[in-house]
């Protein structure tokens, strides 16, 4: 019976482990990340690729350039100047989202609306020109279309929350100005497969850049990260819906489209009817990249802020030109964007409470570009029930065959063992196994069967001391207590001795009492005899009028039962 309540136990622990992993209720999923924020300091930071270079708008160049947001022409300035230094490929990890003209802009302007062209054609397009070289925008998006491999970013809003503002025809512009980033490099594994069932992120609006902007650069992406519930960012989605009047267009990420720039490739999607099965970036030598089925990629965090080589915007728009900055950009994938606190682009990551937004975008683009993924296939769910089923059924055999005592540190050993191989997966084939369903369902196994075991425990002392109680000494019902074993079923052959009193003449000298006196006085003595008989560990048998009848040796046994016996004698 114990055998089998202790299986019962272990089997309804894995059992509803299982329920609730294949359920992946969002409460879970903090302590998943906290397990995985674990495996990532312990493996260490590691080194970058040589091929990304953050500009960052940092606390320096705020102290130099003023306050966020910077001229337009500042920004042109920085384009030329990395174009100068032979950057390969220029990412905006900014958004442009309103226009931007100078005071001298608009005086002119207002000066253009006072002057009649009939007045003097010749004062007219002088004036056409000036209006032309002070529009901060103007001068951006020449920069913007000299530098050919230039990128910017946009943000994808996937709720209507705090959007009430934005009218349909407001989105409709907006989408207009991404429309020519849009992605249709679709291998379908059935060509009738509906791309609208499946199920990827959809965004509810876009924020764009300007349009003179966004239709300058030679290709977008959205820089929009998939948070968790803590804000953190574990991964990036590599494919968006938006549906536009009922027609759906998919967007890549800002990363994706600068590897398409930097190693002059193409995009693939390659998609069944579960949903994304691998993204490939194709080039001389193709790039697969694994995914899960909503197409979100894992980020492989290299370290804390300043993993990758980073260089002031103030430094860099210094006039003189700098070899050592030259080298740094040269052919390299230079990023742009905030580093600055009071920039707010901040998101916590496994080795760093506060890492800037542009870094995770360098993070992701040094992971393709190192082939440093993290994987979790479609079949992760399948080898992680397995997993907590084999573990359910081995705990379930070990704890129910070991002592109490050693229940903790068998809890320890495997609780230690388990996460050893989560991390050994993690750190050398790139694979997350969970980590808090086999801490749950080893706690609980182990919980289940002590408390049952208890529970039988204290049943069982119960019943010793009721059935026992009367007829054995306090001392021998403690061991029968402690060790039940003493107690065995059928009985056993055994060398005791048995001890029998009888008061002489009581047959003639109760006839001489009354009924009362009679009682009180075999009370007296049965009870002055017992307390004898218990002080020497007998086992009371029963009372037979004035006799008693007692033994010794059982249930516990006495080497020195018969010296027992007659010291009760006497």
């Given at each position: 019976?114990?055998?089998?309540?202790?299986?019962f136990?272990?089997?309804?622990?894995?059992?509803?482990?299982?329920?609730?992993?294949?359920?992946?209720?969002?409460?879970?999923?903090?302590?998943?990340?906290?397990?995985?924020?674990?495996?990532?300091?312990?493996?260490?930071?590691?080194?970058?690729?040589?091929?990304?270079?953050?500009?960052?708008?940092?606390?320096?160049?705020?102290?130099?350039?003023?306050?966020?947001?910077?001229?337009?022409?500042?920004?042109?300035?920085?384009?030329?100047?990395?174009?100068?230094?032979?950057?390969?490929?220029?990412?905006?990890?900014?958004?442009?989202?309103?226009?931007?003209?100078?005071?001298?802009?608009?005086?002119?302007?207002?000066l253009?609306?006072?002057?009649?062209?009939?007045?003097?054609?010749?004062?007219v397009?002088?004036?056409?020109?000036?209006?032309?070289?002070?529009?901060?925008?103007?001068?951006?998006?020449?920069?913007?279309?000299?530098?050919?491999?230039?990128?910017?970013?946009?943000?994808?809003?996937?709720?209507?929350?705090?959007?009430?503002?934005?009218?349909?025809?407001?989105?409709?512009?907006?989408?207009?100005?991404?429309?020519?980033?849009?992605?249709?490099?679709?291998?379908?594994?059935?060509?009738?497969?509906?791309?609208?069932?499946?199920?990827?992120?959809?965004?509810?609006?876009?924020?764009?850049?300007?349009?003179?902007?966004?239709?300058?650069?030679?290709?977008?992406?959205?820089?929009?990260?998939?948070?968790?519930?803590?804000?953190s960012?574990?991964?990036?989605?590599?494919?968006?819906?938006y549906?536009?009047?009922?027609?759906?267009?998919?967007?890549?990420?800002?990363?994706?489209?600068?590897?398409?720039?930097?190693?002059?490739?193409?995009?693939?999607?390659?998609?069944?009817?579960?949903?994304?099965?691998?993204?490939?970036?194709?080039?001389?030598?193709?790039?697969?990249?694994?995914?899960?089925?909503?197409?979100?990629?894992?980020?492989?965090?290299?370290?804390?802020?300043?993993?990758f080589?980073?260089?002031?915007?103030?430094?860099?728009?210094?006039?003189?030109?700098?070899?050592?900055?030259?080298?740094?950009?040269?052919?390299?994938?230079?990023?742009?964007g905030?580093?600055?606190?009071?920039?707010?682009?901040?998101?916590?990551?496994?080795?760093?409470?506060?890492?800037?937004?542009?870094?995770?975008?360098?993070?992701?683009?040094?992971?393709?570009?190192?082939?440093?993924?993290?994987?979790?296939?479609?079949?992760?769910?399948?080898?992680?029930?397995?997993?907590?089923?084999?573990?359910?059924?081995?705990?379930?055999?070990?704890?129910?065959?070991?002592?109490?005592?050693?229940?903790?540190l068998?809890?320890?050993?495997?609780?230690?063992?388990?996460?050893?191989?989560?991390?050994?997966?993690?750190?050398?084939?790139?694979?997350?196994?969970?980590?808090?369903?086999?801490?749950?369902?080893?706690?609980?196994?182990?919980?289940?069967?002590?408390?049952?075991?208890?529970v039988?425990?204290?049943?069982?002392?119960?019943?010793?001391?009721?059935?026992?109680?009367?007829?054995?000494?306090?001392?021998?019902?403690?061991?029968?207590?402690?060790d039940?074993?003493?107690?065995?079923?059928?009985?056993?052959?055994?060398?005791?001795?048995?001890?029998?009193?009888?008061?002489?003449?009581?047959?003639?000298?109760?006839?001489?009492?009354?009924?009362?006196?009679?009682?009180?006085?075999?009370?007296?003595?049965?009870?002055?005899m017992?307390?004898?008989?218990?002080?020497?560990?007998?086992?009371?048998?029963?009372?037979?009028?004035?006799?008693?009848?007692?033994?010794?040796?059982?249930?516990?046994?006495?080497?020195?039962?018969?010296?027992?016996?007659?010291?009760?004698?006497?």
């Amino acid at each position: 019976t114990k055998k089998y309540s202790s299986l019962f136990c272990g089997l309804v622990v894995t059992a509803l482990c299982l329920v609730i992993y294949n359920h992946s209720p969002s409460s879970m999923e903090p302590l998943e990340n906290l397990f995985q924020n674990i495996h990532f300091k312990l493996r260490g930071p590691l080194s970058p690729n040589s091929d990304v270079v953050i500009t960052e708008i940092d606390e320096k160049s705020l102290d130099t350039l003023g306050r966020w947001p910077w001229p337009r022409k500042t920004m042109a300035k920085l384009v030329k100047k990395l174009h100068e230094y032979e950057a390969e490929v220029i990412g905006f990890d900014i958004i442009f989202s309103s226009p931007q003209n100078s005071s001298d802009h608009n005086a002119l302007r207002k000066l253009q609306n006072m002057i009649s062209p009939t007045q003097s054609l010749e004062a007219v397009e002088y004036l056409d020109q000036l209006l032309r070289e002070t529009n901060d925008d103007v001068q951006f998006s020449q920069a913007l279309s000299k530098a050919s491999k230039s990128v910017l970013g946009y943000f994808f809003h996937f709720s209507s929350d705090g959007l009430d503002h934005l009218t349909p025809t407001q989105r409709k512009l907006y989408f207009e100005d991404i429309k020519s980033s849009r992605f249709n490099g679709f291998l379908r594994s059935d060509e009738n497969l509906q791309l609208s069932s499946l199920n990827f992120p959809t965004a509810f609006a876009v924020e764009s850049n300007i349009s003179s902007i966004s239709r300058t650069a030679s290709r977008s992406g959205y820089l929009s990260f998939d948070l968790e519930s803590d804000g953190s960012v574990k991964k990036l989605p590599l494919i968006v819906r938006y549906v536009d009047r009922g027609k759906d267009h998919y967007f890549p990420p800002f990363s994706l489209r600068i590897l398409e720039q930097y190693l002059q490739g193409s995009l693939l999607f390659r998609v069944n009817e579960l949903g994304m099965e691998e993204v490939i970036l194709d080039n001389d030598n193709p790039i697969v990249i694994p995914t899960n089925s909503k197409g979100a990629m894992e980020g492989n965090y290299l370290g804390p802020r300043g993993t990758f080589p980073g260089i002031s915007i103030s430094d860099l728009l210094e006039n003189d030109l700098n070899n050592e900055i030259k080298e740094k950009v040269r052919n390299k994938i230079v990023l742009i964007g905030a580093t600055a606190t009071a920039l707010e682009d901040l998101k916590p990551t496994p080795f760093d409470p506060a890492l800037p937004g542009v870094e995770i975008h360098a993070t992701i683009i040094d992971n393709i570009l190192s082939h440093r993924f993290l994987t979790q296939p479609s079949w992760t769910p399948v080898v992680d029930s397995i997993y907590l089923l084999l573990i359910g059924l081995v705990l379930t055999f070990v704890y129910s065959r070991i002592q109490p005592l050693m229940s903790l540190l068998i809890w320890l050993i495997f609780a230690c063992t388990s996460f050893y191989l989560s991390h050994w997966l993690f750190s050398n084939q790139g694979f997350w196994l969970t980590d808090v369903y086999p801490l749950m369902e080893n706690t609980g196994i182990a919980a289940l069967i002590l408390l049952g075991r208890f529970v039988k425990e204290e049943k069982q002392k119960l019943f010793i001391k009721k059935v026992f109680g009367q007829y054995l000494s306090p001392r021998v019902v403690k061991e029968l207590i402690n060790d039940p074993s003493k107690l065995k079923l059928g009985g056993e052959q055994k060398k005791l001795t048995a001890l029998f009193t009888d008061l002489e003449g009581f047959t003639t000298f109760s006839e001489q009492l009354s009924a009362t006196d009679l009682v009180t006085l075999l009370n007296t003595y049965l009870s002055e005899m017992t307390d004898i008989l218990l002080q020497y560990e007998g086992t009371l048998d029963r009372y037979d009028g004035d006799a008693i009848k007692a033994f010794f040796g059982a249930p516990v046994y006495f080497d020195d039962h018969a010296k027992r016996a007659c010291w009760v004698c006497i």
